[in-house]
């Protein structure tokens, strides 16, 4: 059934739950689709008119029906509830130590993604509305000392494998919605929000930020580039990219 809905490959650790949800899921709906279907073709040669010129004003009397609507209820709250609340509760409650995470803030705007790393000390700058211009896109602060050494980039999200990565998504204008199919990472940006998600590559390589909530007329445009690498290739990349910033 994974090879079958052609599902991307799983580069976190959450992966494979996400995945063994929707093959579930989709066994279901198979079973429904084909069980129903076959009710449905009975249906039509049970009842037909050429074997029933005369209607039938007893009805069913049968509570088939009913132990069939009884059993499909078990079946999705044993989804419900053994699966899909319990990877809910880890994967959003359960947010790992920011000590022992790579942490950034995401800023969507209309058509981009703006990654806001913490310099070496570990803290973000102040940001604020009035100070973002053209060349300043997340309202950086470079007065505030804790700025000073902060990393921005546009559309490029690095990340090092085998560590938490929490993102803190806001968004300056409309709804967004920040997707990385290969992570199965999902979650709407919210306006006036600032939201929280987590998750821990597995896998190195490049793929895709997408939006997949339609952000207006550029929405085709806004995609971002994930490179998971080694530790020592994402220090390098981020010490290069301190440097090249600072103008170093």
């Known amino acids: ?21 929707i093959v579930l899921l989709h066994w279901v709906m198979a079973i429904l689709f084909v069980g129903w279907g076959a009710f449905f073709l009975y249906t039509l040669v049970r009842f037909r008119q050429s074997a029933n010129p005369k209607a039938d004003y007893a009805g069913v009397k049968s509570h088939n ?39 950034v803030h995401v800023v969507a705007k209309q058509f981009e993604w703006h990654i806001h790393y ?31 050494d902060d990393l921005a ?11 938490p990565v929490i993102v803190h998504l806001s ?4 709804i967004h919605s920040f997707a990385i199919a290969e992570l199965r990472v999902k979650q709407d940006v919210i306006p006036g929000q ?31 580039f994930v490179s998971i690498q080694t530790e020592s290739e994402f220090q390098d990349w981020f010490a290069e990219e301190i440097a090249f910033q600072s103008g170093n």
């Open 65 to 103: 029906s009913s132990y069939l609507d009884v059993v499909l209820a078990l079946v999705e709250a044993v989804l419900l509830i053994g699966f899909a609340i319990p990877a809910w509760a880890t994967r959003v409650d359960q947010l790992p130590a920011e000590g022992e995470a790579t942490v």
């Open 194 to 224: 600032e939201i929280p998600v987590w998750f821990v590559p597995t896998l190195t390589g490049n793929f895709e930020i997408n939006c997949s909530q339609l952000c207006g007329l550029g929405h085709y445009r806004m995609r971002g």
């Open 1 to 21: 059934m994974w090879e079958l809905l052609g599902l991307p490959p799983q580069a976190s650790a959450h992966a494979a739950d996400v995945d063994q949800l």
């Open 118 to 148: 913490p310099g070496p000390d570990g803290m973000f700058g102040r940001t604020a509305i009035e100070l973002i211009t053209p060349t300043n896109a997340i309202g950086l602060d470079r007065s505030d000392p804790a700025a000073a």
């Open 171 to 174: 968004t300056q204008d409309v």
């Open 153 to 163: 980039t546009i559309n490029q999200f690095n990340m090092p494998v085998d560590k």
